[in-house]
């Protein structure tokens, strides 16, 4: 335990690495995958693998945490001796996982918490967590770690394609992503989350190779305005596409200070479908 006695509390659709939620003991509450025949949690007894592979059969429903798993994870935080928790998860205006934590928070006695909206998805949530864990090794007390959190939330962002908006659209996470008319021109939207965390285009290109080469740029033009980055690449189930990516923004950048990669939540898999590809980064300083 960390001197502050400061616990991290984070949603399986920011994305931590397992790796990491290990090394500096993250606390971790799943969301739902509901199919007709039962009920899962996200990264626990389903992999996104699996829920690609079931799409063409059924395509499933996604629903918040359990309050119940909340709170048990609270009673299990404060059991451990821990007397703070900062929580980050995944966009107030994607998910309402935000909301439920921010209510069961006010509800519970003997930990101070507070949460943060990382207005953003998957790994770009996700550095708003590995950076606070960074910050408590460091020994930074409670409060100016959660307004350092806070203040660094616009500081990150995220571009990613699909290769298709079926499962957006069908999930209702389409936001202000606007249909194209375009199967037959080929055109992919560039996907990104906007100052309020809610989908929107930030650019239109024209076939799938030109799609992967749009978010490097964009990555790139992004991370310009930092002289310390951390910069992940993550996919749905499109390694090799992802490899690319990887390969061309690690030759352009050379400021990085932690780089993480793979695939996503399956959570995250029901809504986007297989065959996303996308690039995260968070400008230190």
């Known amino acids: 335990m960390n001197k ?4 991290l509390l984070v949603d399986t659709c920011i994305d931590v690495p397992a790796a990491l939620v290990e090394q500096y003991k993250m606390y971790t509450i799943p969301l739902k995958i509901i199919y007709s025949d039962g009920e899962y949690s996200d990264g626990v007894n389903i992999t996104a693998d699996e829920v690609y592979n079931r799409l063409k059969v059924e395509i499933p429903k996604t629903s918040l945490p359990s309050s119940i798993e909340v709170m048990e ?6 059991t451990d001796g821990y007397e703070k928790v900062l929580a980050v998860t995944l966009s107030s205006g994607l998910s309402g996982t935000h909301n439920l934590v921010t209510m069961l928070a006010k509800e519970y006695d003997g930990l101070d918490i507070k949460v943060i909206d990382t207005l953003n998805i998957g790994i770009a949530a996700g550095f708003s967590a590995i950076q606070a864990a960074k910050y408590i090794e460091e020994g930074m007390e409670f409060e100016e770690l959660v307004e350092t959190v806070q203040n660094n939330v ?11 908006l079926e499962y957006l659209q069908k999930g209702g996470r389409i936001g202000l992503v606007a249909s194209l008319l375009g199967n037959a021109l080929n055109l992919k939207p560039i996907i990104s989350c906007n100052p309020e965390g809610i989908y929107y285009n930030i650019a239109k290109v024209r076939g799938r190779k030109k799609s992967l080469d749009k978010i490097v740029d964009l990555a790139k033009e992004f991370a310009a305005e930092g002289k310390k980055l951390n910069v992940a690449v993550c996919h749905g189930g499109a390694p090799e596409e992802a490899a690319g990516v990887r390969k061309a923004l690690t030759e352009a950048l050379s400021n990085i200070e932690t780089y993480v990669e793979g695939q996503i939540s399956p959570a995250l898999g029901v809504h986007t479908g297989p065959g996303l590809v996308g690039v995260a980064v968070q400008i230190l300083e």
């Not at 616009?154 to 298709?164: G, L």
């Open 154 to 164: 616009p500081k990150i962002k995220v571009f990613f394609c699909v290769d298709t």
């Open 4 to 7: 502050q006695k400061i616990a």
């Open 73 to 78: 994870k609270l009673d299990q935080i404060k």
